[in-house]
């Protein structure tokens, strides 16, 4: 598998690969992530016009998707029932982590990738997000706590850093 800049004619095949991930969502019994209409064209295209979209390529097709982007993250700001592992370094964030359910792999590709740039990584998910909670854990991160997303929903909150 390799990573890649997205790019906007890689629209229909990210969106192919988003809503195959929400279909793994919604059949592990997480029903409350990536709801109305989220993420949506448009913030896909936002995330790919700010440098911060890629994609997970295997074999020359689209497998996987994820938003890399620089700090700060203003939701990241606050953090309840627990701490940073750093709070004083820039890190980056992994956001919009999709894959098709049959392609096992892009989450640690997507990963490695990632710690090849960065060293300080962070990441959330939603409570019900099991799965994405067992990939996180096994890739090195540490639960820090919970934050609350602009609309309010909690997250829980993870960081790698250069020392784990």
């Not at 992530?33 to 790919?48: L, T």
């Not at 029932?81 to 964030?93: F, K, R």
């Not at 982590?97 to 990738?113: A, K, M, N, Q």
Request: net charge negative; proline share 4%; with cysteine.
């Amino acid at each position: 598998m390799t990573v890649r800049s997205a790019y906007k004619d890689d629209l229909d095949d990210i969106m192919a690969v988003l809503e195959a991930a929400k279909g793994i969502m919604r059949a592990s019994g997480n029903t409350g992530q990536w709801v109305d209409g989220y993420p949506s064209a448009d913030i896909i295209m936002h995330d790919i016009a700010c440098g911060h979209g890629f994609v997970v390529t295997e074999e020359g097709r689209i497998v996987g998707y994820f938003a890399f982007i620089p700090s700060p993250e203003p939701t990241y700001a606050r953090i309840y029932d627990g701490a940073w592992l750093d709070d004083s370094a820039p890190y980056h964030v992994i956001h919009r982590i999709g894959s098709y359910p049959e392609v096992h792999g892009v989450f640690r590709t997507l990963i490695e990738w990632s710690l090849e740039r960065d060293s300080n990584l962070r990441i959330d998910t939603h409570r019900d997000n099991k799965i994405m909670q067992h990939v996180i854990a096994q890739c090195g991160f540490s639960y820090c706590g919970i934050i609350y997303l602009n609309s309010g929903d909690e997250r829980l909150a993870y960081q790698r850093t250069g020392r784990d």
